[in-house]
């Protein structure tokens, strides 16, 4: 099972960016698909996760900049995030690998490589 990320890269504050993840090996249409991150210096936080059924949870701070989005025909997860801010630079992970959607990073089983965002003020 592999979960490939991509779409990171360095935009100014209040540009928007796309990653998007695809899982290879293994059918995800009845696992949550959640999006973590790390900034440099900091612990792995929750970002933002889309349960089978297409609902959505998001982390408070990018409540109503990021959106999370599933396409299971293509087995990927995607991550739109607008008006991105200094504070959201980090590596941003995917994950997989439960049924029902969790906050906590220990709990899903799959993991991609990470898709590094930089955002300058």
């Known amino acids: 099972v592999q979960l490939q990320a991509s779409g990171g890269g360095l935009v100014q504050a209040g540009d928007s960016l796309g990653p998007s993840c695809i899982g290879s090996?293994?059918?995800?249409?009845?696992?949550?698909m959640a999006w973590f991150r790390q900034a440099p210096g900091k612990e792995r936080e929750f970002v933002a996760a889309i349960s089978w059924t297409a609902d959505t949870y998001y982390e408070d701070s990018v409540k109503g900049r990021f959106t999370i989005a599933r396409d299971s025909a293509k087995n990927t997860v995607s991550l739109k995030m607008n008006s991105l801010k200094p504070e959201d630079t980090a590596v941003y992970y995917c994950?997989?690998?439960?049924?029902?959607?969790?906050?906590?990073?220990?709990?899903?089983?799959?993991w991609g490589q990470g898709t590094l965002v930089t955002v300058s003020s």
């Open positions: 994950a997989t690998g439960r049924t029902f959607v969790a906050t906590l990073d220990f709990e899903y089983d799959y």
């Open positions: 090996g293994r059918i995800f249409n009845n696992d949550a």
